[in-house]
């Protein structure tokens, strides 16, 4: 049975700092792109970040590059978004994505497998 399980959002100041990490099992984990997407209340959910099965590639999508690093440790089935200066506007349920392939990618239907979810919410 495939899970993906989020952890690690919270209430942050701007400014500040937040991890958030998804433990995957029932598939081949080394084997699986992943990627980060978030949906902010009203809003459609959008792609974040995203990580090949080795690690070797990664990508993240405009509004958070620099400020954000997608990682990953396939010796403990997890993948990893470090979130640095967050935003207000980064407000929203971070979810964790995997798919049948080793290359991640940006779209919602390229994925596979969902977690629930982790509310990671950013005052001003």
């Known amino acids: 049975q495939v899970q993906l399980v989020e952890s690690g959002g919270g209430l942050v100041q701007a400014g500040g700092s937040l991890r958030v990490s998804c433990v995957a099992s029932?598939?081949?984990?080394?084997?699986?792109?992943m990627g980060w997407f978030r949906q902010a209340p009203g809003k459609e959910r959008e792609f974040v970040a995203g990580?090949?099965?080795?690690?070797?590639?990664?990508f993240c999508a405009d509004p958070v590059n620099g400020r954000f690093t997608i990682s990953r440790d396939n010796a403990k089935n997890t993948v990893y978004l470090e979130m640095n200066n967050l935003k207000p506007e980064d407000t929203a349920v971070y979810y964790c994505a995997g798919r049948r392939s080793v290359w991640f990618g940006v779209r919602m239907s390229d994925y596979d497998y969902w977690g629930q979810g982790t509310q990671v919410i950013v005052s001003s």
């Open positions: 990580i090949s099965g080795s690690g070797g590639g990664t």
């Open positions: 029932g598939f081949i984990f080394s084997s699986s792109g």
